[in-house]
């Protein structure tokens, strides 16, 4: 009976000890803490992120110490969202034209301040030089080994490890990034998409990554992030999915469109994704996230607490990120924000959402210390 007591003892402790465990398992000793602790954290806290928070927002660029979530709450999120694209052509700016400088430097300062990082990367199609949303076919097994422009996208990873590498906070440590490569893979609208590859190119560029990043580069400062768009079931989900050794947290992207009505079937959708990753993840020991969502312009009053927090709230979510604050588009003619800003019609519910006690912002995850 003691033996048994004891043996039971033991694998508990090696559970928690395997729940821990980075893909990268030479992973910096702050970016292993801010796994362990976003794992002790899973049940009870849910970080509220938002893409380019500090750059700019609705009507407003490159303010300092100002976001549209910070205008509304009186402080920042607790998550922020960045994407490299354009790092891999030498360009100064990204893709939404981020100056890479100007975001090392917002980078750093989160990292200070307790708050967390998430990269993604909408890379140019390697075998064309084209967008991200050039989806000629054939490209992923072009960019792997032995293809004709692997070379091209070795040279591209070396760019993505120099800035992962060169993000250091005011401790000198390196800051630690949930990276989300290869985002929404599932879909068909980039050039690494569920119709532009087999599911086993989408695995080998994936541990191809990884292992370039970390064995060649000595990058360790990642956390994995995988990311699908739609699935229906674990198996779909699970289709790209490079395993367990190669990646530390699962996730997926959606958005809800059109009439407000359109709530109710939102919210079904992604419970019911929700709970399958919440199923895999607690067999594989693992992280779930909600790492892209919104409502264009938020047309819904109630959408933060009538909508969006009823999708994730049953699981163990670890991070919501809603999507960028371009605001007016004057090429497009368009609003183009998933955050509300200072007056924006869903500001209330927004307060009340994240008065609930579970949605974290900055001020919580500052005294969390999510990196010891
Ligand atoms: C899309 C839009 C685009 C943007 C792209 C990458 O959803 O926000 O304007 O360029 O993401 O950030």
Known sequence: MVKCVYALLVLSVCQTAVAQRLADRQASTETKKLYENLFKLRETKILFGHQDALAYGFGWKYDADRSDIKDVTGEHPALYGWDIAGLENDSPVNLDSVPFEKMKKFIRDVYDRGGV??????????V????????????????????????????????????????KGSDGKLVPILFRPFHELT???????????SPQEMKRLWVFTF???????????????????????????????????YADILSFDTYQFGPKENGATFRKQTESKMSILA???????????????????????????GVLYPSISSQPVSYVLVWRNAGYRPHSKDYHYYAPYRGHGSEPDFLKLIK??????????????LYK
């Open 117 to 126: 990082n998430t990269i993604s990367w909408h890379l140019d199609n390697p």
């Open 128 to 167: 064309n030089g084209k967008s991200a949303w050039d989806t000629i076919p054939g490209s992923v097994g072009m960019i792997l080994p032995g293809g004709a422009k692997h070379q091209l996208y070795k040279q591209w990873l070396d760019k993505v490890a120099v800035f992962m590498k060169d993000l």
């Open 187 to 197: 879909g068909s609208w980039f050039w690494w998409g569920k119709r532009e590859c």
């Open 211 to 245: 292992d370039y990043l970390r064995s060649r580069h000595q990058v360790h400062n990642l956390i994995y992030v995988f990311n699908t768009a739609d699935f229906s079931s674990p198996q779909e989900f699970l289709e790209r999915y490079p395993g367990d050794g």
């Open 279 to 305: 199923g895999l993840a607690k067999t594989r020991r693992k992280l779930i996230a909600l790492a892209e969502t919104g409502y264009e312009t938020i047309p819904d009053p109630d959408w933060w607490t």
């Open 356 to 369: 609930n006690g579970r949605v974290a912002l900055e001020r919580e995850t500052n005294s969390l210390n």
